[in-house]
């Protein structure tokens, strides 16, 4: 069984169109996040989401807005998707009780072409 | 802020041979240190971790990394390559980012070739 599930696996749209992500987790995880991996394969933070209450990277455009209809779901929703929005979107999951010694477990990611 | 980096992107061993991934980090307080694997085409998988209850770590398929304060390292080995090592592999560090979130920091990777 999955752990953590995103969908779709592979997205490629047209510059100017708005995207949703799906991503949920069945592990019972309090706290969500959305990384991105760019060309080269480097992976950034870009939300976390705990109890309701998100974190957000200061750099990331308001183009892109997570979106949480329950603690086993966090959707990544992107607006008016530019060129340069291509990468490998990974989301992740963990428990905040423990502290940060708390594996985050990550989802197979989702591989999004603008054109 | 807490960062990590990893010296070299590309790393090519023999099989058998020796591997050593190089981090340092750079925090101001104890850190919380992490390796992860990605294979081709998937997602992050954890090798292991710092807990700061032993300095030496034991983590997943062979692989274990030493946490050595005054280096401000914690360099990732593996005493015989394996061909399935091959695979990308991110050292982390871990901060609390508030409302009970800690983020991982990752440095840019490295890449692991393993040569028949």
């Known amino acids: 069984d999955t752990a953590v599930s995103q969908t779709p696996k592979y997205l490629v749209t047209q510059m100017g169109n708005d995207k949703s992500i799906k991503c949920e987790q069945n592990?019972?995880?309090?706290?969500m996040y959305w990384y991105k991996q760019d060309s080269k394969k480097f992976l950034k933070i870009m939300f976390s989401?705990?109890?309701?209450?998100?974190?957000i990277n200061e750099t990331v455009p308001n183009r892109f807005s997570p979106k949480s209809p329950d603690k086993a779901h966090l959707n990544l929703h992107i607006n008016s998707l530019e060129l340069g929005d291509s990468a490998v979107y990974f989301c992740?999951?963990?428990?905040?009780?423990?502290?940060?010694?708390?594996?985050?477990?990550f989802g197979p990611g989702t591989r999004l072409t603008v054109l | 802020a807490q960062s990590v980096t990893q010296l070299g992107s590309h790393v090519s061993v023999s099989e058998g041979a020796l591997v050593l991934l190089r981090c340092n980090y750079s925090?101001?307080?104890?850190?919380?240190l992490f390796w992860y694997v990605q294979y081709p085409n998937q997602g992050l998988q954890l090798l292991l971790k710092?807990?700061?209850?032993?300095?030496l770590v034991k983590g997943i398929n062979g692989f274990e990394a030493e946490f050595k304060k005054s280096e401000t390292s914690f360099h990732l080995t593996k005493p015989s390559a394996h061909m399935s090592d091959a695979a990308e592999y991110f050292c982390?560090?871990?901060?609390?980012?508030?409302?009970?979130?800690?983020?991982?920091?990752f440095g840019k990777g490295t890449k692991l070739s393993v040569i028949p």
């Open positions: 992740a999951s963990s428990q905040s009780a423990g502290g940060p010694y708390n594996e985050q477990f």
């Open positions: 592990l019972g995880h309090d706290t």
């Open positions: 989401y705990n109890n309701k209450e998100l974190i």
């Open positions: 925090s101001s307080v104890p850190p919380y």
């Open positions: 710092y807990t700061s209850a032993a300095t």
């Open positions: 982390a560090v871990r901060a609390y980012s508030g409302a009970g979130s800690y983020q991982l920091t």
